[in-house]
Structures are given as C-alpha cells and as structure tokens.
C-alpha cells in the first residue's frame, strides 16, 4: 500500500493550492483519511480529517479557509487551501486508516510528504 501526495509548492499570501493524496494498492477499505502538516522542531499536526461518510473536522488555524474532500471511487483525499497565509508554510502529510486485502485489521499509512510554503 503506498499513499502518493502531491500538489504542494510555492505560493503568495493570499493565494490557493489544491493537495491531492492517492492511496493505492491492495486495499480492502479505507476509513478515515486526514492532513497533517510538520514544521521543523514542531511535532506533526492535524489540519483536517474526513470519515468514510463524509463527516469532517478541521483545526482551529484551517477553519473557514480549508476544505478537505475524498473521491472514495478514486481513493483519494483532496485538500483545497485558501486565503493562505505565511504561517501555513510546512511539509503537508496526507494520512490514511485502511484495511489491507486479506487482512482484519486497520492501519494507519502515511504519505511521503509535500512541501507548501507561502510567501509574505
């Protein structure tokens, strides 16, 4: 199983990126899939979350200006980013909770990673 996340990059404060992540693979199913983003020497923190309904929750810095999305047809989890601001400049982790074929039980699979960084 592997989660691909892409979409990162250099933008203006004020402006948009759209974060996709792709889980592919021998998947039975996928649960909840989720942002983080990581700063250096700062611990990882979540940004949204989505369940396999459609039920979602973002952290307090996301609100109102981020919007965390899935295709369950096409494994995939978006997060489209708005309004951005310097602040926001981190690695962005995609994160996905998933059972793999032939097994019972869920685990957790992390992306490699994309890098978002907003200029003032």
Do not use: H
Not at 58 to 82: C, E, P, W
């Amino acid at each position: 199983v592997q989660l691909q996340a892409s979409g990162g990059g250099l933008v203006q404060a004020g402006g948009s990126l759209r974060l996709s992540c792709v889980a592919s693979g021998s998947i039975f199913s996928i649960n909840g899939m989720g942002w983080y983003r990581q700063t250096p020497g700062k611990e990882r923190e979540l940004v949204a979350r989505i369940t396999s309904g459609g039920s979602t929750n973002y952290a307090d810095s996301a609100k109102g200006r981020f919007t965390i999305s899935r295709d369950n047809a096409k494994n995939t989890v978006y997060l489209q980013m708005n309004s951005l601001k310097p602040e926001d400049t981190a690695v962005y982790y995609c994160l996905s909770n998933l059972i793999v074929r032939g097994t019972r039980y869920e685990a957790q699979y992390w992306g490699q990673g994309t890098q978002v960084t907003v200029s003032s």
